[in-house]
């Protein structure tokens, strides 16, 4: 399909076959669309709404990726076959092969990237939402300042005592002195 410029904006826009199937490839592209929109800019995604549809989003992410990964492996390793004669010339299709093995190099390393930010989405959500490990957290803390807090009112009181005796002993002897 021919890409053409739409009357109101500069940039190209791929004709309504393509855009339906969502390739410029009559419907079945050689590898996953990326995320984001058509001209490649991720956009925000709003979060669902409970916690297992998030985590049914993660899985459901986590299992296309490694898929991506795994066909575009698949795909690479079929095209470093070497054929028999077939209607192209040899050098146009190693050109060709080589072209579509970069393309699939790069669509394993756009999974690679997202699994990298699926395991930040996922940290990001343990600490946000694993409340009893938070509020345990907390209660330690609070348990460890606690005891300090006890230990430094012991060694205040001590103190306290010790410099109590002290000053009654030396008013004792500044009173019973005669250079008062």
């Not at 925000?44 to 989003?57: A, G, H, M, N």
Request: charged share 30%; with cysteine.
């Amino acid at each position: 399909k021919a890409i053409r410029s739409s009357p109101n904006s500069n940039r190209p826009r791929q004709e309504a076959g393509c855009r339906a199937a969502g390739t410029g490839f009559g419907g079945k592209a050689p590898w996953p669309r990326p995320e984001g929109n058509k001209w490649g800019m991720s956009q925000q995604r709003t979060l669902p709404q409970s916690k297992e549809l998030l985590l049914q989003s993660y899985n459901k992410r986590l299992k296309d990726d490694i898929k991506s990964i795994l066909d575009n492996f698949t795909e690479i390793i079929k095209s470093a076959r070497v054929e028999d004669e077939t209607q192209v010339s040899r050098a146009t299709q190693c050109e060709q092969d080589h072209y579509e093995m970069h393309v699939r190099a790069a669509n394993i390393v756009r999974a690679g990237e997202s699994l990298m930010k699926l395991v930040s989405d996922l940290k990001q959500f343990l600490i946000l939402n694993d409340f009893p490990s938070v509020n345990e957290a907390i209660n330690q803390r609070k348990q460890q300042l606690r005891n300090l807090q006890e230990e430094c009112d012991k060694k205040l009181i001590t103190l306290r005592d010790e410099i109590a005796i002290d000053l009654y002993e030396l008013e004792e002897e500044y009173y019973s002195s005669r250079y008062k």
